[in-house]
């Protein structure tokens, strides 16, 4: 496998640093999905049909987390978020659908209109989510039988890796990004997956801390995934 670097540019997510990232470099798509199959087990992920891993020379605040599923038991916080969101029907497919996107853009547009994904377009979105090379799932969230929320998600040989979760913001109250983890658990218990992938924990940045409060999880460090069976006091 080969690999490149992006020039330096500004993070995402924290304002002070510059990001690089490390970048599969290939021109046969043939065997990229058991390839990512493998770098998703060396904190890699996929945006599109790129490959990327964050490659920062004085910051390692991205940490790859992944939830071991048949360990999970959920917290009470959790289970309250379940119980709160029963009137949710879910359903899934295997393909994107025509009315996923105008929640995307309301998503994208209300409550990330202050960073990179700015504003929402149809040509980003499928350049985001569509992969011609990898099997995805795309979980559904109705109530009343109105889509509010759709939970984008990879299916790997041995795990799931959540991609991307939006919602219509009026329903933000919800917790649905949690909920969103639930079902994929759910979901990857139900396939025989081990693992449910997170993407990048990032203690440093508030939108992302969510993700760290599933547990048992593990998070990539020092290239070792690592244990973390409570919270740190």
Same mark, same amino acid.
């Given at each position: 496998?080969?690999? %490149? ?6 993070? &995402? *997510?924290?304002? /002070? ?18 390839? $990512?199959? *493998?770098?998703? %087990? ?7 049909? /790129?490959? $990327? ?7 390692? @605040?991205?940490? &790859?987390? !992944? ?25 899934? &497919?295997?393909?994107? =659908?025509?009315? +996923? #996107?105008?929640? *995307? ?12 994904? +700015? ?5 980003? +979105? ?15 969230? +109705? ?18 890796? @959540?991609? $991307?979760?939006?919602? =219509?913001?009026? #329903? ?7 909920? @969103? ?7 990857? =218990?139900?396939?025989? =997956? ?5 993407? $990048? ?7 992302? !801390? #969510? ?6 999880? /593990? ?6 995934? /690592? ?7």
């Amino acid at each position: 496998m080969k690999f %490149g670097l992006t020039q330096q540019f500004q993070c &995402s *997510y924290l304002e /002070q640093q510059q990001e690089q990232l490390l970048v599969l470099v290939t021109d046969n798509n043939d065997e990229l999905d058991n390839q $990512y199959n *493998y770098l998703l %087990g060396q904190g890699f992920r996929r945006s599109g049909e /790129q490959i $990327y891993r964050p490659h920062c020379r004085q910051c390692s @605040a991205c940490q &790859s987390i !992944r939830i071991p599923v048949d360990s999970f038991l959920g917290s009470k916080s959790q289970r309250r978020i379940a119980n709160k969101n029963a009137d949710i029907e879910v359903f899934t &497919s295997p393909t994107t =659908k025509p009315e +996923y #996107y105008p929640v *995307y853009e309301q998503y994208i547009n209300h409550r990330h209109n202050d960073g990179s994904m +700015y504003p929402a377009s149809q040509s980003q +979105y499928t350049g985001f989510i569509e992969c011609d090379w990898l099997e995805t799932l795309f979980i559904e969230f +109705y109530l009343d039988k109105e889509l509010i929320g759709v939970a984008v998600t990879d299916v790997l040989s041995d795990s799931l890796s @959540a991609l $991307y979760t939006f919602f =219509k913001p009026e #329903y933000a109250n919800r917790s649905l990004g949690t909920f @969103a983890i639930m079902q994929q658990i759910k979901q990857a =218990k139900l396939n025989n =997956k081990t693992f449910l992938y997170l993407g $990048y924990q990032i203690d440093a940045c508030q939108k992302m !801390r #969510y993700k760290a409060n599933f547990y048992p999880h /593990q998070r990539f460090i020092d290239n070792k995934w /690592q244990l973390i069976t409570k919270k740190s006091t």
